[in-house]
Nanobody
Framework: QVQLVESGGGLVQAGGSLRLSCAAS????????MGWFRQAPGKEREFVAV????????YYVDSVKGRFTISRDNAKNTVFLQMNSLKAEDTAVYYC?????????????????WGQGTQVTVSS
């Protein structure tokens, strides 16, 4: 069982930055591939980024490449999403998720555990 708690969301102007954190419970965090997803009002949840269990592999949706960076600290059971050059279209609730595979990929069905989400609002 893994519990995930996101933090770091907020209101920021376009062009600004935010750093999201996701703290995980449990002793086996390093075995889980971790992903970030987001859901904007009236839209379906979409994949944002994923990082492998050992942190060596990452993958991003095209719309955030070059602006967002996913990373993890297995010693602290935490995964991060650094978001730079934010745009109004990045406004959404951001969720972290854990999958018991090395590199789970972008499909949300592969993730077994989800956080409660943190709101990111980018004003234009």
């Amino acid at each position: 069982q893994v519990q995930l708690v996101e933090s770091g969301g907020g209101l920021v102007q376009a062009g600004g930055s935010l750093r999201l954190s996701c703290a995980a419970s449990g002793r086996t965090f390093s075995r889980y591939g971790m992903g970030w997803f987001r859901q904007a009002p009236g839209k379906e949840r979409e994949f944002v980024a994923v990082i492998s269990s050992n942190g060596r592999s990452t993958y991003y949706v095209d719309s955030v490449k070059g602006r967002f960076t996913i990373s993890r600290d297995n010693a602290k059971n935490t995964v991060f999403l650094q978001m730079n050059s934010l745009k109004a279209e990045d406004t959404a609730v951001y969720y972290c998720a854990a999958a018991s595979t090395v590199v789970p990929g972008p499909e949300s069905r592969k993730y077994e555990y989800w956080g409660q989400g943190t709101q990111v609002t980018v004003s234009s």
